[in-house]
Every structure is written in C-alpha cells, then in structure tokens.
C-alpha cells in the first residue's frame, strides 16, 4: 500500500503542468459538428517537429528532425531541451523521427520516475547512410545510458520512415521505409519497407509471424504514422508513390503490396498478386497524394463529433483530416478536411483532457516557414467543462468487485451508466464498455498486471474508483 500511496502522490505531482494558466490568443477557430474547435500555439520557433507523444509525466515529448529530444510544458509552453542526439544525420528527409516514452505501468520498466524513452533515427556509418533504434533512461531531468536495440537498417535521404508505437501487450512497433530499395518491401529477409516488432530489451517476439524475425508487416513504401486503439486494432498512414496515399489496418504477417500493389488490387496484375500474397488492402487512398503523416485515435467527450476517429495529419496538402471508422474497424466511414492554414502537418498527439497538440514541418526544406515556425498548436474546445467539475448533481458512488481483480471484475452501479472506461496511470484509455444495467463486468484479459482507473459517467456526472489487476 505504501509504494501504492507513492506511486499515486508522484503521478499528482507530475500533474502539476496542467494546472490552469492562462488561455493564448485565438489563431483560428472551425467547427467540428455542434462544436467550435480553437486552434492557439502552444510553443513557437521551433525547426521540424517530427514526434509529439503525451508522456506518462503529463507533459509533451518532442522530437525535432535535426536531432533535439525536450519536453514541453503543456500549460506554458516552455520546452525543456533534454539532449541533441550527437551522431544524428539530417540530410534531406533523414534525421531524428519517431518516439515513444513508456507508461508507468508496464511491469518491464523502471518504476517511476525513471521512463525508458525510445527514438529511431538515421546516423552515418562508413559513409553511408544508416537507421537505429536506441533506448535511453530518463531520471531527473537527464537522459542517459542510450542502448542500441537494432541498427544498421539502409536508409536514404528519404523513405525511412518510421513511427514508433508502443502496443498494449508491452511490445514495441517500427515503421521502416524501403529506402528507395523497392523490392526489398517483399523480402522478409530485409528490415526494410516494413513494420517491426521487438520487445523492449531489442529481442523478437516469440508470437511474431515468422519465428526468429523482427517482421510484424511487410511490404510497405513508407508509412510515418501508426497508431493503436483501445480494443487493439491497429492503423497506420503510407505515402505512396505519385498516387495511392493509404489508410492500413495492420494485421499480423499480412503483405500490403508495395511495390508490386499501388492502392487497391484494382489491376489485372495486383489482382493475380493480392491472391497469391494474402495482401491485405488498404481502408482508404487519396489520388493525387497528400503526403500522410501522424496517426492519433481521439475518443474524449471534449469534441463528441471526433469520438470515435483517427485523426490525421497531412503534409503536402496542409491540412488535418477526421476518419470516421465504421463499427467494425474494417472501413472509413468518412473523410472530413479540417484546419488549413497553418502549412504542413507532421506530428499529433491527444492529452487525456481532450486536446490534440499538432506539429507543424515548415521548416523542412518544403514548406513556406513564417517567422515562428516551426510550432506546437493546441486544438481544444474551449466551452468543454469536465464532468467532475460540472455544477449540478453529486457525482455518483458506485463499487468494483473483486478488487484486486485477475481476469474480470464486476461493477454495481446505482444506475445505469453511459460508459465505462478503464484508464492506465498514464491517462491512456485500456477498456471501454457501454453497460445495459446496473451491473457491468469488464474483462482484464491481456491487462498488464497493476493499478488501473475505472471511471463511469451518467447524467449525474462522473465518479472514479481505483482497480488493482493482479
């Protein structure tokens, strides 16, 4: 109970950023259905935001192209520089890329507040160019002891990826370009062109495709945005070549054509080859390209005509796109263009109060920079008020039992509740189940063991129990 009691008091004061401040001017506002969205700069003068990733210590990790690793204050502003990446390449489209920072929860990793931060970026050696996978530990203030978990991946000035996503079973995912090798995406043999998975330590997976291999997907051009869901679908973003920007869903040891597939299997020849190579279509394409970047999932009642989206950002067309997915995950349902005007769109992450922070690329030899790109924009819906603080009605009682519980537990509620969602420590949405009585039960398979949130909301507002999984 006592390292329960530190771990609750540490998470409150890493909670400390997101006390009120004041709101920074209006840019732009734009309507999401019923609600306006706001759009303000969070942070400004910065130079090729690549990753934005809400960190377990409630601020904004950042990765910027040229090699920089900070965090950055969500309610000032201020970015906190860790540390420049000393052997970085950034020539052209290479450079420092993908992110991800480990939750709290994970029993694999240092208890906090030391995280495990990994980065992948492209570095030379022997002249030529080159990809890797590094791992670092933060504690107070500091990242340290980097440990190269995978490298010597062929990279090019461009097509080199690759977005990090750290999955909820505890493992590890890495998009990778085909380095402007295009065969080698059909080679399983190669790391290239594909999406990778790797426990945290660098080892392989013994549930993999293919036994002994780092390969989760292949046959990709170059996807730069992945992200998962709560019920554990998976997504990622590709370009493609001068047609056929995609949407995946990707499914384990699936081949998703490139390059003998551009978009749909909609050709004689990628029809023949779809059948033969279990290939896997994409949800979505765009002809003309748009250049797709950062994935996100938005599911917060702060813009409801969002719940339920990914949410996109978009390069070359300089905007941020909402994909409505269909009850089944299996099709988009729509496609709305939102939020011009801010130049090119790289990086997106969603705060678990319902804000989504976009970086913008300006600076990276395409775009049209103004004086204080590159930047960090908030996108938020200013009129939203939480639940828990909502004037009206008590916040209900309701109980969980067993508690701790293994592999389901039962919730008793006073009445029937709208949703129930279950929340890591870090704020990341685990479970969610729309109750029809009373009495609930949540299913904790695959949860990891530890302490998780349980929130329930009716119209009489929102109420919080703790649940341990052990």
């Known amino acids: 109970m006592k390292s329960l009691r530190s771990l609750l008091l540490g998470l409150l004061a890493a909670a400390g950023p997101l006390v009120a401040s004041a709101q920074a001017p209006a840019l732009a506002t734009f309507p999401v259905g019923a609600t306006t969205v706001t759009v303000s700069a969070l ?68 208890p906090l507040p030391t995280y495990w931060v990994f980065v992948v970026y492209n570095y030379t050696d022997a002249g030529y160019l080159k990809e890797k996978l590094v791992r670092y530990t933060y504690s107070g203030g500091t990242l340290s002891s980097p440990v190269v978990l995978l490298g010597n991946i062929d990279a090019t000035t461009s097509h080199s990826g690759s977005r990090l996503l750290l999955l909820a079973d505890g493992t590890l995912l890495m998009s990778t370009g085909d380095a402007q090798q295009q065969p080698q995406a059909q080679n399983t043999a190669s790391l290239n062109g594909k999406i990778l998975r790797l426990n945290l330590n660098g080892t392989i ?4 495709p293919i036994a002994g291999s780092a390969v989760y997907t292949f046959g990709h051009r170059n996807p730069q945005g992945v992200v998962q869901l709560p019920d554990g679908r998976i997504y990622s973003s590709e370009h493609g070549p001068n047609n056929d920007d995609e949407i995946n869903k990707i499914e384990a040891g699936r081949n998703y054509g490139w390059p003998n597939v551009e978009g749909y299997c909609d050709l004689p020849a990628e029809m023949t080859f779809c059948t033969a190579n279990n290939v896997r279509e994409p949800l979505t394409t765009w002809t003309p390209t748009i250049a797709p970047a950062g994935l996100t999932y938005y599911d917060h009642p702060a813009i409801p005509g969002w719940r339920g989206s990914l949410l996109l950002a978009v390069l070359k067309d300089s905007k941020l796109i909402g994909l409505t997915l269909n009850a089944t995950g299996l099709a988009i349902a729509t496609r709305t263009d939102f939020l011009t005007g801010f130049g090119r769109l790289r990086a997106i992450c969603v705060s678990p109060q319902g804000k989504v922070y976009l970086g913008t690329s300006n600076r990276d030899g395409r775009g049209t920079p103004v004086a204080t790109d590159d930047r960090i924009l908030t996108l938020e819906n200013r009129a939203y008020v939480a639940s828990a603080t909502r004037t009206g009605p008590a916040d209900f009682a309701f109980e969980i039992f067993p508690n701790p519980a293994r592999r389901q537990a039962t919730v008793q ?36 063991a530890g302490t998780y949130l349980v929130q329930a909301e009716n119209a009489s507002g929102r109420a919080t129990r703790k649940l341990v999984v052990d």
Request: proline share 11%.
């Open 205 to 208: 997976p013994a549930t993999n």
């Open 413 to 448: 509620l006073p009445a029937t509740a709208t949703q129930l969602i279950v929340l890591d420590l870090a704020g990341r949405v685990v479970r969610t189940l729309p109750p029809t009585s009373t009495r609930a039960t949540l299913d904790l398979t695959g949860l990891r």
């Open 43 to 110: 942070a400004t003068n910065l130079n090729t935001v690549w990753e934005l990733a809400w960190g377990p210590d409630n601020f904004i990790w950042m990765t910027e192209r040229y090699g920089r690793i900070s965090r950055v204050n969500p309610a000032t502003g201020q970015v906190l520089p860790l540390l420049t990446l000393p052997d970085v390449t950034p020539t052209g489209e290479s450079g420092l890329l993908g992110m991800v920072v480990t939750p709290a929860t994970l029993p694999t990793v240092p």
